[in-house]
T-cell receptor
Framework: DQQVKQNSPSLSVQEGRISILNCDYT??????FLWYKKYPAEGPTFLIS?????DKNEDGRFTVFLNKSAKHLSLHIVPSQPGDSAVYFC???????????FGGGTRVLVKP | DAGVIQSPRHEVTEMGQEVTLRCKPI?????LFWYRQTMMRGLELLIY????????DSGMPEDRFSAKMPNASFSTLKIQPSEPRDSAVYFC?????????????FGEGSRLTVL
């Protein structure tokens, strides 16, 4: 029972263009969503988050959009840089606890 | 400030052997999580603690797995006996509840290979 899904296992984009990563969830109790970035041989690191009371949160080149009615969120990276090449995990939690449920990840490759 | 520290970074063992993974969370954090990453299942939560007390161990796959947190600065995940299907990267993470939900800090992981 996958409550958080990332349907695209990989994404390739040219440097300077936009990367769009998608995530769907099924549990309507989730009200806090996060994106993590992971390089090989390292642990995931927090990138950006959004509360369910918002539909957009921006931090520099990274913007997360939330569509609660569709139970869908997306991460936009613009412009993409070679250093953004990594695996990106979508995650969700219920505000009452810190427990995170992760999606399967999307591997992003930014080509110079 | 030091991050989450895990040991060993790599462990190769034979089926049937006991494996113990260790974690030192960030000082002051009150939540500690053990996750496992595999190709098939991605990142799955095994167990988490709040103030050293296990809160949810529903992700622990079998009785062969056990976890303890004897104090705020140390936790172990034990597999006994180990099986080849336990091969994975095991991550420990910690967080501070006052900072808001979900912002976990992960260690670098322990890569376990069971032959």
């Amino acid at each position: 029972d996958q409550q958080v899904k990332q349907n695209s296992p990989s994404l390739s984009v040219q440097e300077g263009r936009i990367s769009i990563l998608n995530c769907d969830y099924t549990n309507s109790m989730f009200d806090y969503f996060l994106w993590y970035k992971k390089y090989p041989a390292e642990g995931p690191t927090f990138l950006i988050s959004i509360s369910s009371i918002k539909d957009k949160n921006e931090d520099g080149r990274f913007t997360v959009f939330l569509n609660k009615s569709a139970k869908h969120l997306s991460l936009h990276i613009v412009p993409s840089q070679p250093g953004d090449s990594a695996v990106y995990f979508c995650a969700a939690s219920k505000a009452a606890g810190n427990k995170l449920t992760f999606g399967g990840g999307t591997r992003v490759l930014v080509k110079p | 400030d030091a991050g989450v520290i895990q040991s060993p970074r790599h462990e190769v063992t034979e089926m049937g052997q006991e494996v113990t993974l260790r974690c030192k969370p960030i000082s002051g954090h009150d939540y500690l999580f053990w996750y496992r990453q595999t190709m098939m299942r991605g990142l799955e939560l095994l167990i988490y603690f709040n103030n050293n007390v296990p809160i949810d161990d529903s992700g622990m796959p079998e009785d062969r797995f056990s976890a303890k947190m004897p104090n705020a600065s140390f936790s172990t995940l034990k597999i006994q006996p180990s099986e080849p299907r336990d091969s994975a990267v095991y991550f420990c993470a910690s967080s501070f509840s006052k900072k808001g939900p979900g912002e976990l800090f992960f260690g670098e992981g322990s890569r376990l290979t069971v032959l």
